[in-house]
């Protein structure tokens, strides 16, 4: 084996034995990355000078014997986390110049960790999409068939991990984006619970959803991470004063025999037959191994998580993208003839269609005659959505899905039809209404060779006993040991 | 017909914080340009606004001070609207849910003369809410150029009822609402620095009418003066339109308080859709009573519930304590000294009077002053106890307000003492009636006025220190 | 029809947005399926239920008032597309 197909745990186990050196680990990773990158295009900046520092740092470390959670470990970032120094895109062209000066809080906590970052991963344009072909960067290629969409808007970081361009990666997700694109490439992806894990210094989509979150080879590898970034942080208002458990070795003490509902909504039309049997087959394990399984009903968060959704979080990005205007940083129209005219043309030449389409549905929901009918609305049924997922967590441990309805599909399938691709986020996007935590683990590939993703949507702040339950079925199945062949 | 004016404000005022409203980069005024900026005030991506404790402090105590409802939740709102010296392309306020709800400022207009109180009045207010200010742009011919220093500066919006009738009760309004939130410490309220900014929203309608009339905003009005001279203006040239047949136009004016004369900004042709919607970064306030409790506790006495104390309590006479009572540090100190012993009026007196003409002479604050309560306590209790006369008190006060010594010491070492010694006096008075024979012939055929030439020739003679009670007695004596 | 061609001019507007002829056409044609699907909300009860705006239940989330290092004035200009002097530069502001 490659040392970049390895996993974290197995990675520290060689640096802390002396076998290999945080240098030789980035060297493998980014050898790999010469091979495959040209075909997948995971990143939109390489981090490699950087990274080697880090790397030259981590070993210095390892020779004091300062070993910590991810020293030496090279992991990709989606590219909305401002990293100081470097380019910050969002996936858009407004952005495509702006360098950061300083550092999000969870990329301050992983260099605390000793991690090595390994660059900017490609995204959706402002992590709006769920295919990774709204970057103004270009598109990422699924690594099991480089013809389809890797999932999104964390398609890079899942790629990037799915074809061993690095070990492990952060995603962000507001409804669905670290799932479903792990789902789509084969790895295991956490969504923490609202509030668990600062938002600072991620550029935010919409504030009320958007969810930081960790993507990997195995469950361990994601607890690991999640450990690292986890924790209350003054800078963010709705950050939780949680403790932060070791999750790592809650994993050990798990207790197994838990009671897992099935939501039934979530199995029907729509879903595609080869993922509802690997699905099903998931759930059989559980039950198999002494786990209680019973059929619970969602019927708002299956009808209307989808329309809830795009009101609310259109709404919010229609205010957090004013930002975006040519005034103090990123891209600004050389056509302005005067401050107005600077904002049209900054804004019409900077954002692509998603965006726009989103920010112009988002103002009008807000705007002055239409926000009873639409914004309020959409809250409201919101709070009855989490009610919901309250009353049905209150007899079950956690509850088992699909992930998304379909695996990967192909490059421009879905593209010119904005509402169909917000149909294939309808299993995760109930997750992000209500703030709970969501994991998706793979449970097994189609006839085509598509990877399939489990979806465990857990209790608030119970993100030890969801990778608990993730890892129960990870480690019968094994489906991590696959890697796509490039 | 006749009309009357019908008067709103809304008055910004920036509240005295070390940092900003949502980040902890420092809240301050003159620093050069764009350096008082972090992540959250330039609204650099993933930058989150985090509440400021102590602004919120000090809108409650804002609120108890005048008399408010405080919320027991509040939320905040954001209001879009695109603007260079916005950074964030929305404001951070609150909308429907503000933290002080009612209250009053209580005014006092122009009395009869200046040595009368006026008439006092409570004006209704609407609202008070937390905001975020907004940056400077400086417009050049064909641009402009931002600073964002006073960006994210915690700002607090007065609304009043529609409930001012006149360009006086404005100026009385911003003047007592400044006293007491200077007196409170919630904010310097420097208008030339800008931090107390004031729109007037003016309308008139016939008397009777209870219907409110066309408003017109007037804005920019940077002193408290102008206030009153923009208003004036306004109703007067509304009143114009009307009496020429036209009609009152809704549009914001600018009034320029140099020239006296005002002009359109916009009309409201395209009304604004601010889209507020609550922000989903900031978590609402929960008030209880023990925060309350906690900063009523710091609350201090109204400057009017101080002023009629002071008059009714002291007997001061209204334009002593319209001198002392709005800047608190001297009114303290009259208290100070009243406490240490002194006649009430007559600390009054020397502190309003003497004190103040001292210090302006030599531009230094009351904290810089030498002359403490002590000083003056023990000057007044010289004087009283016939120690040194008046006169001789004024000169002492100029020596002690330069060399900060206690009066009884510069009494003692200059030896100003009222001679009380008989013998001496007699000498002096016999010496005044042998040099004054006019004056003593004219006593003796009843002019009573004719003493005070024999009276002042001995006080002459005894260089001031003769007790004038003793001259008085001893004089009648010896001309009797 | 939800949305006319009029409304998205006025709220391309509002958001500071332009298009052209041909985009204007497919966006409110885009929007108006949007809106449609969106529609179903009308058929869900809300009497008497409060609107969720926030994912956690949080309150007083303040912080001292201590003051931090302000960024310098090379860095808060570092990515200014057109610095003045000291200044950020926008071209000119027309009420
Ligand atoms: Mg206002
Ligand atoms: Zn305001």
Redesign the interface.
Known sequence: MELYSLTIHELQDKLRAGEVTAADILTSVYQRIDQVEGKVHAYITLMKEAAQAQAAAADAAIRNGDIRALTGIPLALKDI??VQGFT?T?GSRI?H??????D?TVVEKLRAAGAVFTGKANMDEFAMGSSTETSYFGVTRNPWDLTRIPGGSSGGSAAAVAADECIAALGSDTGGSIRQPAALCGIVGLKPT??LVS??????Y????DQIGTMARTVEDAALLLGAIAGHD???????KADVPDYRAELARSKGRWRLGVPKEFFGAGLDPEVGAAVKAAIEHYRATGCEIREVSLP?AA??A???Y??IAT??A??NL??Y????????SAK??????????S??EG?GDEV??R???G??V???GY?DA???????????I?NEFTAVLRDCDALLSPTSPTAAFKLGEKSSD??AM?LTDIYTISV????LPGISVPCGFTTGGLPIGLQIIGRPFDEAGLLSIARHYEQAHGWYSKHPSL | MKYEAVIGLEVHVQLRTASKMFTRVAAGYGQPENTLVDPVVLALPGALPVMNKEALDKIIKTGLILGCEIAAVCKWDRKNYFYPDSPKNYQISQYDQPICIGGAVEIELPGAARNIMGEHKKIPLTRIHLEEDVGKLNHGASDSLVDYNRAGTPLMEIVTDPALTSADEAYALLTSLRTALVQGGISDCDMEKGQMRCDANISIRPVGETKLGTKVELKNLNSISFVRDGIAHEIRRQLAVKESGGTIVQETRDFDGQTGASQSLRSKEMAHDYRYFPDPDLMPVKVDEAWKAALRATVSEHHFDRQRRFMADYLLPYTITSVLVPERELADFFEVTVKLGAAPQAAGNWIANDLLRELAAAKLSLTESKVQPAHIAGLVKLVESGVISNSIAKEVFVTMARSGELPDVIVERQGLKQSTDTGELEKWVAAAIADNPKAAAGFRSGNEKALNAIKGAVMKASGGKANPKLVDEITRKQLG | MKITRTEVAHVAHLARLTFREEEMDKFTSQLNDILLYMEKLNSVDTTGIEPMTHATVLHNAFREDIVKPSLANEQSLANAPDPRGEFFRVPKVIE
């Open positions: 986390y401002c910050t969002c952005l110049n702006f360098v950061p000066p300083y999000a609202y509030g938002r600072y210094g991620l550029a935010a919409a504030s009320s959803l003054e800078r963010d208002s709705t950050s939780f708002l009808e209307y989808i329309a809830v795009y009101l709404a919010e229609s205010s004013a930002r205007d040519g005034v103090r940083y990123g891209r600004r302005a003839k005067d401050a107005v005219d600077l904002y049209y043309q804004r019409a954002f726009k389409r920010i112009i549905l103002t009008h807000l705007s002055s926000y639409y914004y309020l609305r959409a809250q409201k049924v919101r709070t009855l989490r904005p509402l917000y992000n209404l209500a703030g």
